[in-house]
Structure formats: structure tokens, C-alpha cells
């Protein structure tokens, strides 16, 4: 079962939500934890393994052969995204800007054009007992997660439970990210913000018809409004977490909530059982 | 006219609520909510619409179903794995239009959807310009840059002094859209491990695209060992801590209120964050400052 971890909303508990579950999991199943939150990865804080192996994500950018071109301009033309300014006597690449289509290559008359891979980040994977991790990590100062997220995707094995921590926003990051789920836990705060955020979350998930669950953290501050959104839109609270100052130095340290409080483990697998029972009926 | 932009890097952090403040705390200004696909600026502002705008997003490909031959080339060349059985995934499209360029029956058309809207409204702090990305859309980026342009736009007409941009979380598209071009960047930073390990890759950012730097430590006493691994770090890197802010519940309290916490309560949260606004205006103000940073 593939088990997506988004919010809407960041900071609300993702990473603690999503290590803790791959955590209570892999005492009795083999579990991969996969953290497509490629712009800001922090699972890997909080599960202290060796990371030991990292492969390139490459999109592959246009080279010119500056014999062979005649500066016909063709592939400034099909290029939609400006990554090529064809001038006289020059041809100009803006890697930066290709999202690595091919058009101008395939285009060109002369067959100028071939393509180089550009390294826009990485993917990392370690293990640890059942747990199985994967990681992205977009480069620094590149624009584009979603070619990252896809990266880490292809390591899914069905094989295995699979967790999939999502990055915040509702937008083609997250969309890739949480594409396939069998499940998504949508985890908020109950404050106008989690709310808000958490609602255009849901909208999403019903975009995409995936099934999906509220976590609501830090249970106690702001109002009771969250709640109720849930009952009116039938989606089950399938676990609470206070608002606890103790929670929050766990976190502050990266200390898996249910390490720091094995009191908690039953908790989530519990809320394993309920989502694999949610999706079973379905 | 001097633009700051309100970063963090992790999500949760205290961005919006810190630029409520800000908007009740600085004259003369605009505000911005960059953070299109998860705007909650507004909850606090109330703003009221005065001019609703169209926002067309970049082009996804339509194969009509009438002319097409099902040759199988288009599904052969996509990059992006958008068409199944001769049918584009509009989510996995990424517009680049060689399906339509190559078709030998020209039954792919290029469409531009409607991918959301955004506003010019006024606010008692001043006018606000939000937005709202359809669900599920691309494109932030773009969006993000267009939002900014009109609030130059309006700034400069009516000759205020600062553009107050809210940020997204995260390090990509819509963070870099956002970044682009303003004077300073105020990074609000929590004392969590996850908080410093994002802390680091938005500071690289904002470095890549030459934006000077200031920050401000939010919740500093949830972990004062790790606020001291923060000052240190900035220290090092010649880098500004402008301000600690220390936690305290009436920071949600104010936004079940609906109101910038600076006018909720005049705790300690509030006295911190009324001297950070102020190193903040002096710094975008201090143009030599901003020379030297560079």
C-alpha cells in the first residue's frame, strides 16, 4: 500500500506523522519511506541512517553543433519555454530554462542538436532495520521539484508499505507526489490557517480521487472549526496529537515522537490498521 | 520604493503572521501574498475585492479524437508520459507543445486553460494583491511574477515606500519567483533541527540570486540550545539576527481573532516583533547597507 503524508499547510507535522508511521510499521513489516519533499528534506534528521547511495537526477539540455547549425531558428521556435535565442552567427542555451522536452532536438533540419544531461539534484537512499529510505534533494537555486519527486517515485516496491512524505501547497509538486496513493493523510492544526490550507488539500485529493484521512496536530490551540469542516465533508480524524511542549522539543531535536514517547506507537498502528480497513472497503 | 520578501525555507515557521504585522506596523506600503497555492494572508487582512483578474497559465495539449489516426507518435515522443490511450493528462502536461508540432494529421491543439485568479484589494493596513491557483494547476512561478509586477505597478503610482511580499515555503519555482529582485529577504527560522537543515539550503538561495540577507528566530525558547547553534551559524556567515521571538500562544490566539497579533496583545511577542520591523525598515532604507551585503 502506498500511504501519501501532505498538509496544505507547512509545518504542521508532516515529517513527525510520517517517520513515526514508517517507524511503528517496521517492527513487523518491510517499509519504505520515501521523502518527496525534495525542496526541504527532513526525515533523514529525525532517522539517523547512513545514507549510502546517490544518484544524479539529470534533464537533458540541448548542445548545438555550431558546424552542422545554419541558424535557421527553428528550435528558438519550438522551444516554449525561451531556453534557446538563436542571433546570426550564435546560438544561445539557457539550461536553466529547458525542462528537458527534446522538441528542438527532434525538430532541427540539420540534426544539430544533441543533448547533455544537466544535474538539477539528487537522489539518496540508506536503510535501516525494515525501513527502507529514499530521498530527493533538489539543487540548490533550480526551480523544478517535480523531475526529482518522479525520481524518487520509480524506487517504489509494491512489495512493501510504502509512506510518502509530501512537500506543502496544493500545486504540481504535490500532485506528483501523492499521484497513486492508495491512501493520503492529510495532517493540519486547528487554527483558521490549517483549516483554510486543509481544505484546498482535500479539494485536491478529491481532484485526483484519492481517499483520504485528517491528523489533526497541536490539538488545543485555535478552535473547533476543523472539526467540524471533517463531519460536514464525511472525512474520518483518524488521530489527534496535542499541542505539548514536551512534543515539541522531541521534534526540535529530531527525536521520532514514538521514540521519545513509545506511549505513542500503539497510536499509529492503529492508525495503520484503520486506513488499511478504510482502504480494503473501498 | 524598497521590496522585502518574508522566507523560511520549512513551512510553519511564522511567515504570514510576522507580514500581518509588518502590515499593521509599516506606513506607506503595499502587500503581496506570494504564497499562491496556499494564500492564508487574507484571514488576517480581510480584504476587500476591488478588481478580479483572469489568470491564464502555461499551455497543455487536446488531441481531438475526431482527426486522430492513433498512429501512436505522440504518446512515442512525450517526455513527461502526459498521453495514455490518446488521452492528455493535463496534470502531467508540461506544455512544450512538440506532441501538436509533430502530429501528421494536426489533430493536436495547444490550449491555454484559466489556471486561477488574483485580486487587487484594499485592506484597512493598505491595498493587498492575492491570489488564488486553481487546484492542482503549474505555473506559481508565473504567477507569483505577476502579482509582484502589479504591485510595483501600483506602488509605483502611488509612490509608496515599501512592498511587503509573504513567501512560500520551500527552495523552488514559486520561492525563487518570489525572491527575484527585492531588497532584502527576512528568513524566519525556528529552533528545530529541520528548521536549520532548511535554514541552510534557503540561505544558498537567496545567496544564488544575490539578495541580502536578515533573520529572525521564531520561538526561540522551544530550544535555546539549538537558537544558540542558529546565532552562532550567523555569526560565522556574517549574517544579521535581527530578532528572537519568543513562543506564546497568543500568536494563534490572534489568528482565531483574525487579527495581526501585534494587535491582539502587547506581550513580549508583540515588543519583539515592533523592534524588528524597525532594524528591518532601516536596513531596506540603507542602500549603501545593501552595497556592502553584496
Redo the contacts between chains.
Keep these: 500500500m502506498i500511504i501519501s503524508v501532505a498538509s496544505?499547510?507547512?509545518?504542521?507535522g508532516k515529517?513527525l506523522v510520517a517517520t513515526s508511521l514508517a517507524l511503528a510499521l517496521s517492527d513487523k513489516r518491510k517499509v519504505q519511506l520515501l521523502d518527496c519533499d525534495v525542496?526541504?528534506p527532513?526525515d533523514h534528521?529525525f532517522l539517523h541512517l547512513a545514507i549510502n547511495q546517490s544518484e544524479s537526477v539529470m534533464i537533458p539540455v540541448p548542445k548545438i553543433d555550431e558546424v552542422k547549425c545554419t541558424y535557421c531558428g527553428k528550435c528558438a521556435e519550438?522551444c516554449?519555454?525561451n531556453a534557446i535565442a538563436v542571433l546570426k552567427k550564435k546560438v544561445l542555451v539557457f539550461p536553466e530554462l529547458c525542462?528537458?522536452?527534446?522538441?528542438c532536438s527532434?525538430?532541427c533540419p540539420e540534426s544539430a542538436i544533441s543533448e547533455v544531461g544537466r544535474q538539477v539534484g539528487v537522489v539518496e537512499t540508506g536503510e535501516s532495520g525494515n525501513i527502507e529510505f529514499i530521498q530527493g534533494r533538489?539543487a540548490?537555486?533550480?526551480?523544478?521539484?517535480p523531475p526529482i519527486i518522479r525520481d524518487v517515485k520509480k524506487h517504489i516496491d509494491r512489495a512493501r508499505e510504502a509512506i510518502v512524505d509530501v512537500?506543502?501547497?496544493?500545486?504540481?509538486?504535490?500532485?506528483e507526489a501523492v499521484?497513486n496513493s492508495d491512501f493520503c493523510l492529510l495532517v493540519t492544526e486547528p487554527?483558521?490557517?490549517g483549516l483554510?490550507?486543509l481544505s484546498?488539500a482535500v479539494?485536491?485529493m478529491k481532484?485526483?480521487r484519492i481517499a483520504c484521512g485528517v491528523i489533526i496536530n497541536r490539538d488545543g490551540?485555535?478552535?473547533g472549526k476543523t472539526e467540524q469542516y471533517c463531519q460536514d465533508q464525511g472525512i474520518p480524524i483518524l488521530l489527534k496529537i496535542p499541542l505539548d511542549?514536551n512534543i515539541?522539543?522531541l521534534?526540535?531535536?529530531?527525536v521520532p515522537l514514538i521514540e521519545g514517547m513509545p506511549d505513542w506507537r500503539k497510536a499509529f498502528v492503529a492508525l495503520f490498521q484503520n486506513i488499511e480497513q478504510i482502504v480494503t472497503a473501498s | 520604493m524598497k521590496e522585502l520578501v518574508v522566507l523560511s525555507g520549512k513551512g510553519g515557521t511564522g511567515k504570514t503572521s510576522l507580514t500581518a504585522s509588518f502590515a499593521s506596523l509599516a506606513k506607506n506600503k503595499i502587500l503581496v501574498d506570494c504564497d499562491v497555492d496556499a494564500a492564508d494572508l487574507h484571514l488576517l487582512l480581510k480584504p476587500q475585492i476591488k478588481e478580479e483578474n483572469e489568470f491564464w497559465g502555461g499551455q497543455v495539449a487536446f488531441i481531438d479524437r475526431g482527426k486522430c489516426t492513433e498512429c501512436g507518435l505522440c504518446q512515442e515522443v512525450c517526455r513527461f508520459e502526459a498521453i495514455k490511450d490518446y488521452v492528455v493528462d493535463k496534470i502531467s502536461c508540461e506544455g512544450c507543445g512538440l506532441c501538436s508540432q509533430i502530429c501528421p494529421v494536426d489533430a493536436i491543439a495547444m490550449r491555454v486553460p484559466m489556471a486561477g485568479h488574483w485580486f487587487i484589494s484594499e485592506t484597512e493596513y493598505g491595498t493587498l494583491i492575492h491570489a488564488k491557483l486553481g487546484i492542482a494547476e503549474e505555473n506559481s512561478g508565473k504567477l507569483v511574477t505577476l502579482i509582484r509586477d502589479n504591485a510595483r505597478r501600483v506602488a509605483e503610482k502611488e509612490k509608496l515606500d515599501y512592498i511587503i511580499n509573504d513567501g512560500p515555503p520551500g527552495i523552488g519555482c514559486p520561492v525563487i519567483a518570489s525572491l527575484a529582485g527585492a531588497n532584502l529577504a527576512l528568513l524566519v527560522i525556528e529552533p528545530t533541527l529541520s528548521g536549520i537543515h532548511d535554514f541552510e539550503r534557503i540561505i544558498g538561495v537567496c545567496r544564488h540570486f544575490s539578495v541580502p540577507i536578515m533573520v529572525c528566530i521564531n520561538k526561540y525558547d522551544v530550544n535555546e540550545e539549538n537558537s544558540c547553534h542558529i546565532e552562532d551559524y550567523c555569526h560565522r556567515n556574517d549574517i544579521e539576527v535581527a530578532a528572537r521571538i519568543p513562543f506564546d500562544n497568543a500568536v494563534t490566539e490572534a489568528i482565531v481573532q483574525g487579527l495581526p497579533v501585534v494587535e491582539y496583545s502587547d506581550n513580549e511577542v508583540t515588543q519583539q516583533v515592533k523592534k524588528l520591523w524597525q532594524v528591518v525598515s532601516v536596513k531596506l532604507n540603507d542602500q549603501e547597507g545593501r552595497d556592502a551585503n553584496l
Design positions: 496544505g499547510k507547512g509545518g504542521t515529517t525542496e526541504e527532513d534528521i519550438a516554449v519555454y525542462h528537458g522536452c527534446g522538441a527532434y525538430l533538489l540548490i537555486g533550480e526551480p523544478m521539484a512537500p506543502p501547497g496544493t500545486s504540481c509538486p504535490v500532485v499521484k487554527t483558521p490557517f483554510n490550507d484546498m479539494e485536491l481532484k485526483l490551540v485555535g478552535d511542549r515539541a522539543r521534534c526540535s531535536k529530531g
